[in-house]
């Protein structure tokens, strides 16, 4: 006979319940953490109380109370709750819940729809709620890890109100787990001894995740000496469990965009042991070293350009470096870039050059482009005028001219700003160089070319 769990039943479809669907809080008061909005005399727990629910969006990472909260909502409130998840529901089911909620409507119940993970909801899914939301068919709650601003269609974030959930304290999750210790429905039958600082060291483990504390407890107590209604736990059973802190990260989500930020701020920011971190902790996570290498080498343009072009050296070097060796090895040269990334000099100069010329590039994409700086590559090209005017620089005794490069109406048109910093300061220089003998020269007559083709084209008859 296969051996049950503490309270595995022989159920109609043999399943298990896990610690955390048993002991889910029922009201407000056995809910955790959140206290920023759920504390008396805050907006959202005012609202709850007074029955003044519309509908909402719930953002926050995994294990923070989204979808007990919208239980607990829905019980307070006396509203038919429903459930649908993105992976199982088409556009189809929907419309067949926001049916029956119409239905209900009119005999005088509300209806509070879960939509758990909505940012899994395609637009096609996501529009499919906006009329019953507007006339109040249901009261929407969606739960999301992802920012909302980006996931949902903002005809619909319109109309909801966004709360942010907050991971949870340590004083929460070990609420969390006393309570799962004490509740009938979880471990109250049971005498369970345990090592003195458990509950906070398992707290300490799940990251701010109630779920992931509360399936750890589950699993620590079940690998434990059980002896009829006593549970022993060992500091062995408990170190078993926990031998490896879980980091709040995942790599397709918010989370992987905020830690990602934080690095490529610390660099831009020359700060070292801060970039290190975040790096140690992308890595540890399981992110994919060649994804973080090629965000180095755009960091070493954008943040350091033309103080310090070796940069973008090094980093491109460490690109290929990290795609022939991989993990564990290149972890040290990525280190090394983002170390030398930070020590850099820093300018954007180059950065926001190229954005200024973009958005002028976008505004004028049909102006003319100047004759003299056209190439004629066939005889019509030369009867039409293209390459007239055209002056050879190194033909120039100061190797520059002023022959027009520019559209007619970006003439004088600057965008290259160049800084004092590193390597730049001699940029600069002879950037200025440059314009101070534009000003002295560009009234002189043109001084046309003694070649027939223009050098360094590739002109054909």
């Given at each position: 006979m296969e051996q049950m769990g503490l309270f595995e039943e022989n159920t109609d479809h043999g399943t298990f319940e896990p610690l955390a669907s048993r002991v889910r809080p029922r009201t407000l008061d056995e809910f955790a953490g959140q206290k920023h909005l759920l504390a008396k005399g805050k907006l959202l727990r005012n609202l709850i109380e007074n029955d003044r629910i519309s509908s909402m969006i719930f953002w926050g990472p995994p294990g923070v109370g989204k979808t007990t909260l919208a239980r607990i909502i829905a019980s307070h409130t006396h509203s038919r709750f429903v459930s649908i998840s993105a992976v199982t529901a088409g556009v189809k089911d929907l419309r067949k819940v926001m049916t029956e909620a119409e239905a209900a409507r009119k005999a005088g119940y509300r209806t509070i729809l879960f939509a758990d993970e909505i940012h899994r909801f395609n637009k096609a899914q996501q529009d499919a709620f906006l009329p019953f939301v507007e006339k109040g068919s249901v009261i929407l709650i969606g739960a999301t890890t992802e920012n909302p601003s980006f996931e949902v269609n903002s005809a619909l974030l319109s109309r909801c109100r966004v709360f942010v959930l907050k991971p949870l304290q340590q004083e929460d999750l070990v609420f969390l787990l006393e309570r799962a210790l004490k509740e009938p429905t979880g471990y109250g039958e049971y005498e369970v001894i345990m090592p003195e600082g458990m509950t906070e060291k398992i707290a300490d483990f799940s990251a701010g995740d109630g779920r992931t504390a509360l399936n750890t407890l589950e699993t620590v107590?079940?690998?434990?000496?059980?002896?009829?209604?006593?549970?022993?736990?060992?500091?062995?059973?408990?170190?078993?469990?926990?031998?490896?802190?879980s980091m709040m990260y995942d790599k397709t989500g918010e989370m992987h965009n905020q830690v990602i930020s934080a690095l490529h701020e610390s660099v831009r920011n020359s700060d070292a042991d801060a970039a290190l971190f975040w790096l140690?902790?992308?890595?540890?996570?399981?992110?994919?070293?060649v994804w973080l290498a090629r965000?180095?080498?755009?960091?070493?343009?954008?943040?350091?350009?033309?103080?310090?072009?070796?940069?973008?050296?090094?980093?491109?070097?460490?690109?290929?470096?990290?795609?022939?060796?991989?993990?564990?090895?290149?972890?040290?040269?990525?280190?090394?870039?983002?170390?030398?990334?930070?020590?850099a000099p820093k300018s954007n100069s180059v950065f926001m050059a190229y954005e200024a010329a973009r958005k002028d590039a976008a505004e004028h994409d049909t102006d003319p482009i100047p004759p003299a700086v056209m190439a004629a590559y066939t005889g019509l090209q030369k009867d039409l005028g293209y390459g007239s005017g055209y002056q050879y620089p190194h033909d120039a005794p100061d190797k520059i001219t002023n022959m027009q490069c520019m559209p007619d109406a970006l003439v004088g048109k600057r965008y290259y700003y160049p800084t004092e910093q590193g390597k730049e300061a001699a940029c600069k220089r002879r950037y200025e160089w440059i314009q101070e003998w534009h000003?002295?020269?560009?009234?002189?007559?043109?001084?046309p070319s003694p070649y027939p083709y223009p050098h360094g084209r590739n002109n054909q008859e």
């Amino acid at each position: 006979m296969e051996q049950m769990g503490l309270f595995e039943e022989n159920t109609d479809h043999g399943t298990f319940e896990p610690l955390a669907s048993r002991v889910r809080p029922r009201t407000l008061d056995e809910f955790a953490g959140q206290k920023h909005l759920l504390a008396k005399g805050k907006l959202l727990r005012n609202l709850i109380e007074n029955d003044r629910i519309s509908s909402m969006i719930f953002w926050g990472p995994p294990g923070v109370g989204k979808t007990t909260l919208a239980r607990i909502i829905a019980s307070h409130t006396h509203s038919r709750f429903v459930s649908i998840s993105a992976v199982t529901a088409g556009v189809k089911d929907l419309r067949k819940v926001m049916t029956e909620a119409e239905a209900a409507r009119k005999a005088g119940y509300r209806t509070i729809l879960f939509a758990d993970e909505i940012h899994r909801f395609n637009k096609a899914q996501q529009d499919a709620f906006l009329p019953f939301v507007e006339k109040g068919s249901v009261i929407l709650i969606g739960a999301t890890t992802e920012n909302p601003s980006f996931e949902v269609n903002s005809a619909l974030l319109s109309r909801c109100r966004v709360f942010v959930l907050k991971p949870l304290q340590q004083e929460d999750l070990v609420f969390l787990l006393e309570r799962a210790l004490k509740e009938p429905t979880g471990y109250g039958e049971y005498e369970v001894i345990m090592p003195e600082g458990m509950t906070e060291k398992i707290a300490d483990f799940s990251a701010g995740d109630g779920r992931t504390a509360l399936n750890t407890l589950e699993t620590v107590l079940m690998n434990s000496d059980i002896q009829d209604h006593r549970i022993i736990v060992s500091e062995d059973a408990l170190r078993n469990c926990i031998s490896r802190k879980s980091m709040m990260y995942d790599k397709t989500g918010e989370m992987h965009n905020q830690v990602i930020s934080a690095l490529h701020e610390s660099v831009r920011n020359s700060d070292a042991d801060a970039a290190l971190f975040w790096l140690a902790r992308m890595l540890d996570a399981g992110e994919d070293p060649v994804w973080l290498a090629r965000r180095m080498t755009h960091a070493a343009a954008e943040d350091i350009g033309l103080a310090d072009p070796n940069a973008l050296n090094v980093a491109v070097n460490c690109f290929q470096a990290v795609r022939l060796i991989g993990m564990p090895e290149c972890a040290v040269h990525l280190a090394e870039l983002v170390i030398y990334l930070c020590l850099a000099p820093k300018s954007n100069s180059v950065f926001m050059a190229y954005e200024a010329a973009r958005k002028d590039a976008a505004e004028h994409d049909t102006d003319p482009i100047p004759p003299a700086v056209m190439a004629a590559y066939t005889g019509l090209q030369k009867d039409l005028g293209y390459g007239s005017g055209y002056q050879y620089p190194h033909d120039a005794p100061d190797k520059i001219t002023n022959m027009q490069c520019m559209p007619d109406a970006l003439v004088g048109k600057r965008y290259y700003y160049p800084t004092e910093q590193g390597k730049e300061a001699a940029c600069k220089r002879r950037y200025e160089w440059i314009q101070e003998w534009h000003r002295r020269h560009d009234n002189d007559a043109e001084r046309p070319s003694p070649y027939p083709y223009p050098h360094g084209r590739n002109n054909q008859e």
